[in-house]
């Protein structure tokens, strides 16, 4: 089985200040994990994904995330928010067993940046 | 750049009554997926799809669901009989194969039961 928690299902941040969405995950297989932002009204968007390699992924519009197997953690930050961040982020972890593949998403964080 | 789309966007509908949710995957995807978000909580997992038959159900997807290729293009969620707890975003989605893969959604439509 596998499951993901996203800490603080709404986050607060001043324009310009750290952007911390928190992210842990657990999985019996080795997991690829997303996180995908949803904009009001729209659909899902991949920011980034960590597959195999480089534990430090980038994504698109400045965010990045770090996978930390031993934290079973994979934080999305950005170093200076910008008001048109605002929008809600899912962590999701995907799996591969069986033939098939499983995408677990958590519950989401609604980031909110204040002027 | 390529992208999957649903029809309609937002759906209405009485208590009973079936709907087709319609989506058009990327046209070299292989494997297609619908998920749900009921209003304020997480997206979750309805079926996935390949080879013109369902690869894996969740719990959800009872007998009331269904799920449809009719066309080279087109996939489709059926619901038979809407109960007023099917009101949610349903989310489509593709990849090109299985395996640890992205999956790329759709911009969702949401569905009313009234």
């Known amino acids: 089985a596998q499951s993901v928690t996203q800490l603080g299902s709404h986050v607060s941040v001043s324009e310009g200040a750290l952007v911390l969405l928190r992210c842990n995950y657990s999985?019996?297989?080795?997991?690829?994990l997303f996180w995908y932002v949803q904009y009001p009204n729209q659909g899902l968007q991949l920011l980034l994904k960590?597959?195999?390699?480089?534990?430090l992924v980038k994504g698109i519009n400045g965010f990045e995330a770090e996978f930390k197997k031993s934290e079973t953690s994979f934080h999305l930050t950005k170093p200076s928010a910008h008001m048109s961040d605002a929008a809600e982020y899912f962590c999701?972890?995907?799996?591969?067993?069986?033939?098939?593949?499983?995408?677990?998403f958590g519950i989401g964080t609604k980031l909110q940046v204040i002027p | 750049e390529p992208e999957v789309t649903q029809t309609p966007s937002h759906q209405v509908t009485q208590m009973g009554q079936e709907v087709i949710l319609r989506c058009v995957p990327i046209?070299?995807?292989?494997?297609f997926y619908w998920y749900r978000q009921i209003l304020g909580q997480k997206v979750e997992f309805l079926v996935s799809?390949?080879?013109?038959?369902?690869?894996?159900k969740s719990e959800i997807f009872d007998d009331q669901f269904s799920v449809e290729r009719p066309d080279g293009s087109n996939f489709t969620l059926k619901i038979r009989s809407t109960k007023l707890e099917d009101s949610a975003m349903y989310f489509c989605?593709?990849?090109?194969?299985?395996?640890?893969?992205?999956?790329?959604f759709g911009p969702g439509t949401r569905l009313t039961v009234l």
């Open positions: 999985s019996s297989v080795p997991p690829y």
């Open positions: 999701a972890v995907s799996t591969y067993s069986g033939g098939y593949q499983k995408v677990t």
């Open positions: 989605a593709s990849s090109f194969e299985s395996g640890n893969n992205e999956q790329f």
């Open positions: 799809f390949y080879n013109n038959e369902i690869s894996e």
């Open positions: 960590y597959t195999t390699g480089a534990t």
């Open positions: 046209s070299n995807h292989l494997y």
